[in-house]
């Protein structure tokens, strides 16, 4: 399991500043000499700065140098999971030949090496292989090898042993660097000083750089009008003493991923034309087309008794039809074990998938294995886009969310929707999950975050943790309710950390809503931070009377009631901070109403709210609250999320707005 590299991520995008010019250098040397210069090369820094965008552009420029060389990128955890893979099913010396034959090694993330002595000394020996054969090995890391808590000292001796250089924060001029290109990249234009004002704001690394541009983008896209430097203080929380003096703590080039290359080619190809040519010289045409399928499928791991038995006789008939028919059956297998493998890792190991005899018990288990795997929790129906007031004080995480939908993993990813509670976060945020929903083969993952670990507590209590992985791994969209809920549970967040990466990687829309900005969450890693950062942080505000008006009408209206249209202006009228606290003054009106058999009226609404409120043991029929709470099968688990009921299903209407 590798990745390609990234076309957007090479030297020519490659903002270079003082901080990281030694890198760049150090990079663009090893790509135009690999293996002579700094092997290994290891690159560290904090979260944000560049690491990966340096590390693929070293593979890109290597490439344009020698077009033929082996180039192959992968993070830590996808060469750990191809290791555990190859091993169980008994590839383990085949997974090894394949990296030391490699031209060029990149490695992300090697930090998850903590705790992981095997892998360690496979790292350690696939190493000491490359250097040998003068194969270039290029890895990064959040800190440097010595300071990687519990690494074989030979490994940090071996990865001290050719170049550490580090990547720093940039300085003000870089930050403006940056910002100018991306704006350019965007075609968003801006006044003067603008770009300087955020440029000139602390900020912990380019991720958040980019983060507050896409703010300004989206402010300026719902108001069409164009933001000047104070306007853009006053959006970004950018106090006077920090816009207006250069500095700050930025940090470098934001990580993102690429997504899945294809397959690596045969690594048997040059041997096989040798042997075609040598073998035709001796025998028959028809025994070297065998012989070669035979060395071809066997070198993969496949059983060929079905091409051996061809070579036991003295004039097989239609053998290229024979030869024909088991590739194909070959390739199926690789289709079936594929999606097995996405589905539940565990049962990808198994020798029914390396046999074309075995094709039907194969497909038999691969349904087996599709019929088991559930889907991931998905968007509540109760909370349709088209039920979502807009006003002033949620245009902008409206506007957002409609761009998202436009381009899905591409426009805003991540999209982090901040608020207090009762603001309409979750509503929006199922009826983002309800929209992608639509899309051809979506596998929307919409859920609370609280959920989101427990699953992961039953998978690990269960010893299931793979199949969890792949259930989530196979979502076009994730979709996390109340992130703050993972302050404080490392094992979650090491989980997420790696979800997100490859989700983004794959350009496949992540949506998180939270209380309040993501780096002012107490308990959040700052890498969890720092990704939720760089994407889009839409504030979802108090209602304004516009979004008051527009949900108290369809709620009555939806009841089937003829209220005293005084009634909607005096409640829209009245303060509210929520508008879940705007519907709880409804409800208290209305059961005034059903207690005394009355009519809804502004003046009714005068007495409970601001008055005492008339008591009467009487009820009408006609309006009724419970407390039922939204179906776990939609994907929310919150005890707030209440609705009324009434007995047509058409007429609910629904409390939450979170």
């Not at 092997?39 to 560049?50: A, H, K, Q, R």
């Not at 996808?78 to 085949?94: K, L, S």
């Not at 381009?407 to 999209?415: D, E, H, S």
Request: aromatic share 6%; hydrophobic share 45%.
């Amino acid at each position: 399991m590798t990745s390609a590299l990234n076309s957007k991520y090479s030297f020519d995008t490659f903002v270079v500043g003082a901080a990281n010019r030694l890198a760049v250098t150090a990079g663009r040397t090893v790509a135009e000499n690999p293996g002579s210069a700094y092997n290994p090369l290891f690159i560290y820094s904090g979260s944000g700065l560049g690491k990966t965008h340096l590390l693929m552009a070293v593979g890109h420029a290597a490439k344009k140098v020698a077009p033929a060389l082996n180039i192959e990128y992968l993070t830590l955890d996808e060469y750990v999971e191809a290791f555990h893979a190859a091993i169980a099913a008994g590839q383990g010396d085949a997974f090894r030949r394949r990296f030391q034959n490699v031209d060029v090694l990149l490695v992300d993330d090697v930090q998850f090496l903590t705790n992981r002595k095997e892998m360690q000394s496979e790292l350690l020996r696939l190493t000491e292989a490359l250097q040998v054969g003068g194969h270039q090995i290029v890895l990064t890391s959040d800190r440097p090898p010595p300071e990687i808590a519990d690494l074989d000292e030979r490994l940090i001796s071996r990865l001290s042993g050719g170049l550490v250089v580090d990547i720093g924060a940039p300085d003000y001029e870089t930050r403006v660097a940056i910002l100018r290109r991306k704006a350019d990249e965007r075609g968003a234009k801006f006044e003067p000083g603008v770009l300087e004002t955020v440029a000139g704001a602390e900020s912990g690394n380019v991720r958040e750089l980019m983060g507050a541009l896409n703010r300004l983008v989206a402010f300026q896209a719902v108001n069409d009008r164009s933001i000047n430097a104070e306007t853009a203080k006053q959006l970004l929380g950018i106090g006077a003493e920090a816009a207006s003096a250069p500095g700050g703590g930025g940090k470098g080039t934001a990580r993102e991923g690429a997504a899945p290359g294809p397959r690596a080619g045969d690594e048997f190809g040059d041997f096989l034309a040798d042997v075609t040519v040598t073998v035709g010289k001796a025998v028959e045409a028809w025994r070297a087309r065998v012989g070669e399928a035979v060395l071809r499928w066997e070198g993969e791991g496949y059983r060929t008794r079905r091409l051996e038995a061809l070579l036991e006789r003295d004039t097989p008939a239609a053998v290229d039809a024979v030869i024909a028919a088991f590739t194909q059956d070959v390739e199926r297998l690789k289709e079936l074990e594929a999606e097995v493998a996405e589905l539940d890792p565990q049962a990808a190991g198994q020798s029914v998938f390396r046999d074309p005899e075995r094709l039907r018990e194969a497909e038999e288990v691969a349904a087996k294995v599709r019929d088991g795997a559930a889907p991931p929790p998905a968007p509540s129906a109760a909370f349709p886009l088209a039920a979502y007031a807009v006003g002033p004080s949620n245009e902008v995480a409206v506007s957002a969310a409609r761009a998202v939908l436009k381009q899905p993993g591409k426009k805003y990813n991540p999209l982090v929707l901040v608020g207090k509670s009762g603001l309409g976060k979750t509503h929006l945020l199922n009826a983002i999950g309800l929209e992608l929903a639509r899309g051809k083969r979506a596998v929307v993952a919409c859920l609370s975050t609280q959920a989101f670990v427990d699953e992961l507590i039953a998978a690990i209590d269960g010893d299931r943790v793979d199949w969890w992985r792949a259930r989530y791994r196979r979502a076009t969209a994730l979709l996390l309710d109340d992130i703050h809920l993972i302050a404080g549970k490392e094992r979650t967040q090491e989980e997420l950390f790696n979800l997100f990466n490859l989700l983004q990687d794959k350009e496949r829309q992540l949506v998180f809503t939270a209380p309040a900005q993501p780096h002012t969450l107490p308990g959040l890693e700052e890498r969890i931070a720092s990704r939720l950062a760089g994407g889009l942080v839409a504030e979802l505000k108090e209602p304004d009377r516009e979004v008051k008006r527009a949900v108290l009408e369809r709620m009555l209206s939806q009841h089937g009631a003829s209220p005293d249209p005084a009634l909607a202006d005096y409640l829209a009228d009245r303060p509210a901070d929520s508008v879940r606290g705007l519907v709880g003054e409804l409800q208290r009106v209305v059961g005034a109403a059903a207690a005394q058999d009355g009519p809804l009226t502004a003046g009714l609404a005068r007495e409970v709210l601001e008055g005492q409120a008339p008591r009467d043991s009487r009820r009408s029929a006609g309006f009724r609250t419970s407390g039922i709470v939204v179906s776990s099968l939609g994907g929310i688990k919150s005890r707030e999320k209440m609705v009324w009921d009434w007995s047509d299903v058409a007429d609910r209407v629904i409390e939450e707005f979170r």
